[in-house]
């Protein structure tokens, strides 16, 4: 049976239950685009908790964008120990805000507010180990522009509830939900989907019986049925 997309209105249903079950489903707060892509780099497989220590601990070591950029890549490593991964996570910093700076003359990306969602997108991904989501967290966080990142947790979610079709990639999975999810409601349904992910539709063992859209979800009548672990 070949993959359909779900009807616009099960897709603000579910934006609605959400917001019933976590509250307002607010972003993060708006940032510069520099240190979106600098956070969104430290965020990489830790805790909320640890990347925010380790940006702190980085900006206190570097108070300047230039400075970092010209820091040791050593200096950069130990300052975001707390966050993990600093030895991947540094040289990649770096590489960053070098080809920006190689490239515009300056860290002062301003012209990202006049230039469309497009060409936004396709001037960082054209960055060194910047991916379609960190280009939408940049969109989505720093420009307040509609899209809707897809992280693990929400490829995981959608995945499960049919709204992508099997095996999609994440850089695929970006277009698709694009289309699926309403401008108005990508933001804030990311925001929705990563608490869905992290609480409920967890990667092991989904807590089917405590999700506000287990009625909406395909999957969930084979792990209710089945207590079976595991899962895409």
């Keep these: 049976m070949s993959w359909q997309p779900p ?17 307002p489903l607010d ?19 830790t805790s909320d908790v640890n990347r925010d220590r380790a940006f ?51 860290l002062d990306l301003a012209w ?32 307040e522009r509609p899209v809707i990142p897809v992280d693990t947790h929400v490829h995981r979610a959608a995945g499960r509830l049919g709204w992508i079709p099997p095996k999609t990639d994440a850089n695929r999975a970006h277009e698709i939900l694009a289309e699926v999810v309403p401008p108005k409601l990508r933001v ?7 608490r869905l992910g992290r609480e409920v539709c967890k990667p092991a063992r989904p807590r089917c019986e405590d999700c506000p859209l287990n009625d909406l979800c395909p999957t969930a009548p084979v792990y209710l049925a089945s207590g079976a672990r595991g899962g895409r």
């Excluded at 804030?188 to 990563?194: A, C, E, F, P």
């Design 56 to 106: 702190a601990a980085l900006r206190a070591r570097f108070p300047t964008w230039d400075a970092l950029a010209s820091a040791r890549v050593d200096d950069v490593a130990e300052a975001i120990r707390p966050g993990g991964l600093s030895q991947v996570k540094a040289p990649r910093i770096l590489a960053i805000l070098r080809e920006i700076r190689d490239r515009d003359g300056s």
């Design 7 to 23: 009807d616009p209105a099960t897709v603000r249903l579910a934006h609605r239950r959400l917001a019933k079950r976590f509250g």
């Design 112 to 143: 990202f507010a006049d230039a469309s969602d497009e060409e936004i997108a396709a001037y960082l991904v054209s960055l060194p180990g910047v991916g379609p989501k960190t280009a939408a967290c940049v969109l989505a966080f720093s420009l």
């Design 27 to 45: 972003p993060p707060l708006r940032r510069d685009p520099i240190e979106e892509l600098v956070l969104t780099v430290l965020s990489q497989n």
């Design 188 to 194: 804030s349904m990311h925001v929705g989907l990563i």
